[in-house]
């Protein structure tokens, strides 16, 4: 029996391959259970890979008109994957789910309908488990779930292929088998084709069992999500600028809750960033070097960065470098991110410069001695790319009258105010 979490009144998709799952599902659909809808609509997806790609096309179509049902039918084009020899099915699978997406908005449809089944489950258990994908997502199928405006059902998730096959045999449905499903150079064939039937067939091995894992894994990543979203609300600082949270009691957070806590933050800066695993365990090495500064990503939209004792998620935001200016008369100047508010300069020798650091820049120290512009930046934990945006305020005999906020010549505090405006300044 399918699962019907549909309503009498939705209008349903039924995602169909013309394979045996996919075959059943419509007929039962269409023969068993049409007063549990209110309109059917079939898709099919023409991957143009195969010589019977265009025959199973043909079929379906007869089909559908035979059962008066709308079909639609969308070729798609994997000569660039083919040709670049990457994952095939991962790809055809992106492209399928996009255009499901698209033609569900078109159709003003409410539930689109898949025909996997318990074995797929146990597939992608196995898959999951034994690619390491196990950490940030659940280990296998959802029978039900949200997607861009409608619904994606899996009604017959809890029966088996051996039910199925039953089914059609009883009545006799019509079907093509697909030849690839049997090519055991993909690894979901292999798991399906050559480990479950070996584990069936010990009769001390229950595939049931994985199920028993999948629900433990669910519920124990609902926690660590919790956990994650806790540490967010208690120790995740948001500014101007982004976020930014203590780098030592991050990495005292499990591995799994790191990854979890990173991918919340970097999602709010842009939703189709996927980070793996690996790329997290080599920023978690980097992390655990306790160097001062390092940069361990950027994009067109968002970087992460080591700064110092914080852990920084921030917009990337490229900034023109500030032009040198020549002041000759008080006034209210910008300077890249920062106004500089010059009052009366009788007592200062003109020109004043406002420019960037220099290489041997040295201030001189209120109480004896002069120090580096570079150990001043260093000491007040300056993130290293916005030591060259700090205005630099300089006088005609080369004095050092101010470095941003961070300095101020005591004889003339009264005659300099700087502040900083933030990433509005200067953004290119």
Same mark, same amino acid.
């Given at each position: 029996?399918?699962?019907?979490?549909? #309503?009498?009144?939705?209008?349903?998709?039924?995602?169909?391959? @013309?394979?045996?799952?996919?075959?059943?599902?419509?007929?039962?659909?269409l +023969?068993?259970?049409?007063?549990?809808?209110?309109? /059917?609509?079939?898709? +099919?997806v023409?991957?143009g890979?195969?010589?019977?790609?265009?025959e199973?096309?043909?079929?379906l @179509?007869?089909?559908?008109e035979?059962?008066?049902?709308?079909? $639609?039918?969308?070729?798609l =084009?994997?000569?660039t994957?083919?040709?670049?020899?990457?994952s095939?099915?991962?790809?055809a699978? !992106?492209?399928?789910?996009?255009?499901?997406?698209?033609?569900? +908005?078109?159709?003003?449809? %409410?539930?689109?309908?898949?025909?996997? $089944?318990?074995?797929? !489950?146990?597939? @992608?258990?196995?898959?999951?488990v034994?690619?390491?994908?196990? /950490?940030?997502?659940?280990?296998g199928?959802?029978?039900?779930?949200q997607?861009?405006?409608?619904? /994606?059902v899996r009604?017959?998730?809890?029966?088996?292929?051996?039910?199925?096959?039953?089914?059609?045999?009883?009545?006799?449905?019509?079907?093509?088998e697909?030849?690839?499903?049997q %090519?055991? #150079?993909?690894?979901?064939?292999?798991?399906?084709n050559?480990?479950?039937?070996?584990?069936?067939s *010990?009769?001390?091995?229950?595939?049931?069992h994985?199920?028993?894992?999948?629900?433990?894994?669910?519920?124990?990543?609902? $926690?660590?999500?919790t956990?994650?979203?806790t540490?967010?609300?208690?120790k995740?600082?948001e500014g101007?600028?982004g976020?930014?949270?203590?780098?030592a009691?991050?990495?005292?957070?499990?591995?799994?809750?790191?990854?979890?806590?990173?991918?919340?933050?970097?999602?709010?800066? =842009?939703?189709?960033?996927?980070?793996? &695993?690996a790329?997290? !365990?080599?920023?978690?090495?980097?992390?655990?070097?306790?160097?001062?500064?390092?940069e361990l990503y950027?994009? *067109?939209?968002?970087?992460? *960065?080591?700064?110092?004792? #914080?852990?920084t998620?921030?917009?990337?935001?490229?900034?023109?470098?500030?032009?040198?200016?020549?002041? =000759?008369?008080?006034?209210?100047?910008?300077?890249? &991110?920062?106004?500089?508010?010059? *009052?009366?300069?009788?007592?200062v020798?003109?020109?004043?410069?406002?420019?960037?650091?220099?290489?041997?820049d040295?201030? @001189?120290?209120?109480?004896?001695?002069?120090?580096k512009?570079?150990? /001043?930046m260093? %000491?007040?934990?300056?993130?290293? &790319?916005?030591?060259?945006?700090i205005?630099?305020?300089?006088?005609?005999?080369?004095?050092?009258?101010?470095v941003?906020?961070l300095?101020?010549?005591?004889?003339y505090?009264?005659?300099?105010?700087?502040?900083?405006?933030?990433?509005?300044?200067n953004?290119?």
């Open positions: 029996m399918m699962n019907i979490t549909w #309503k009498p009144d939705d209008h349903l998709v039924v995602a169909v391959s @013309t394979g045996i799952d996919s075959m059943v599902l419509l007929y039962r659909l +023969h068993h259970y049409p007063s549990t809808y209110r309109q /059917l609509t079939v898709l +099919h023409h991957h890979v195969r010589q019977s790609s265009d199973e096309a043909q079929f @179509t007869r089909y559908c035979a059962h008066q049902v709308a079909v $639609h039918i969308h070729l =084009d994997l000569n994957t083919l040709q670049a020899q990457r095939i099915q991962n790809e699978r !992106q492209a399928r789910y996009a255009w499901f997406d698209s033609m569900m +908005h078109q159709l003003q449809a %409410d539930v689109l309908l898949t025909a996997h $089944h318990f074995d797929d !489950q146990m597939e @992608t258990i196995f898959y999951r034994f690619t390491g994908k196990v /950490l940030r997502s659940t280990l199928i959802e029978a039900c779930e997607r861009k405006g409608y619904r /994606l009604p017959m998730l809890e029966e088996t292929k051996s039910d199925i096959q039953a089914f059609q045999q009883t009545h006799q449905v019509p079907y093509f697909d030849e690839s499903n %090519d055991t #150079k993909y690894v979901r064939n292999a798991i399906r050559e480990i479950l039937p070996l584990i069936e *010990n009769a001390q091995f229950k595939t049931e994985l199920n028993k894992l999948y629900e433990m894994h669910k519920a124990s990543l609902a $926690h660590f999500e956990i994650a979203q540490y967010i609300e208690t995740v600082t101007a600028k976020y930014e949270m203590s780098l009691s991050f990495l005292k957070c499990p591995e799994h809750v790191r990854m979890i806590i990173l991918d919340k933050l970097i999602q709010k800066w =842009d939703t189709f960033a996927r980070i793996s &695993d790329q997290y !365990q080599d920023w978690f090495a980097k992390m655990a070097r306790h160097v001062a500064q390092l950027t994009s *067109n939209t968002w970087r992460i *960065n080591i700064v110092y004792d #914080k852990l998620i921030a917009a990337a935001i490229q900034k023109i470098q500030p032009t040198p200016i020549q002041i =000759d008369a008080p006034g209210c100047y910008i300077f890249g &991110d920062y106004q500089i508010e010059l *009052n009366a300069l009788a007592d020798h003109l020109p004043i410069h406002i420019r960037p650091r220099q290489t041997g040295r201030v @001189t120290l209120h109480q004896h001695g002069h120090k512009i570079s150990r /001043l260093i %000491d007040a934990k300056v993130p290293q &790319d916005e030591r060259n945006r205005p630099v305020i300089v006088d005609a005999k080369g004095q050092i009258l101010a941003g906020e300095y101020q010549f005591k004889t505090k009264h005659l300099i105010n700087i502040a900083y405006l933030g990433d509005e300044g953004e290119k």
